[in-house]
């Protein structure tokens, strides 16, 4: 039973395409976040919903949105993607914020050709 | 904004060794993780810390807050404690929801 899970693990698409990435915990947290991982393995964060609410809003372009539908998923859309958007998207959750245990899914490597 | 540095960024050890790596910020925070990296990708959650010390298994995490440095030490290393580590601060700002992150640091552990 996997606790944080991503769909899909990779992703090749062409440039000026939308594309989704689907999150989901079964851990019955309240907090969940998106980060995204560089090629230099940077992680930044750029995205918090706390039950199904935006509270972190990282000065990520418009062209990504995030959808919560119930507070155990946290999807993330992408519109007109670049080859900037080329990285690995991380889906974590927390049981209320950042002081609690972070959970992290498998990641989904996005490549934007 | 906080800022968030680890050193050494690359380390290399023969398996036996003691192991530390070490996190530095900025501003004041109210939480630290400590996180594991897998050469598969995964990122596992090893340590939250808000003061003192935690130990879990060979693994030992210490945060001072006033010098605003905390330390991850692998006692007795092994090849499989070989991954990146990634120092994670919170609570600068204001803000309970977000996570500032160090660039890592690569262990290699040699047999």
């Known amino acids: 039973d996997t606790a944080v899970s991503q769909t899909p693990k990779y992703l090749v698409t062409q440039m000026g395409n939308d594309k989704s990435i689907k999150c989901e915990q079964n851990?019955?947290?309240?907090?969940m976040y998106w980060y995204k991982q560089d090629s230099k393995k940077f992680l930044k964060i750029m995205f918090s919903?706390?039950?199904?609410?935006?509270?972190i809003n990282e000065t990520v372009p418009n062209r990504f949105s995030p959808k919560s539908p119930d507070k155990a998923h946290l999807n993330l859309h992408i519109n007109s993607l670049e080859l900037g958007d080329s990285a690995v998207y991380f889906c974590?959750?927390?049981?209320?914020?950042?002081?609690?245990?972070?959970?992290f899914g498998p990641g989904t490597r996005l490549t934007v050709l | 904004k906080n800022e968030v540095e680890q050193s050494p960024q690359n380390l290399t050890a023969q398996e036996g060794e003691f192991i530390t790596i070490n996190c530095s910020y900025s501003?004041?925070?109210?939480?630290l993780h400590w996180l594991q990296q897998h050469p598969g990708g995964g990122i596992v959650s090893l340590f939250m810390?808000?003061?003192g010390k935690k130990k879990h298994g060979r693994l030992i995490a210490t945060i001072n807050i006033q010098e605003k440095h905390s330390s991850l030490h692998i006692t007795a290393s092994h090849p499989r404690d070989s991954a990146v580590y990634i120092c994670?601060?919170?609570?600068?700002?204001?803000?309970?929801?977000?996570?500032?992150f160090g660039k890592g640091t690569l262990l290699t552990v040699n047999p």
């Open positions: 994670a601060v919170g609570g600068s700002g204001g803000s309970n929801y977000k996570l500032t």
């Open positions: 501003v004041g925070i109210s939480a």
């Open positions: 974590a959750s927390s049981q209320l914020d950042f002081t609690d245990t972070q959970y």
């Open positions: 851990l019955g947290h309240d907090t």
């Open positions: 919903y706390n039950n199904k609410e935006l509270i």
């Open positions: 810390l808000s003061s």
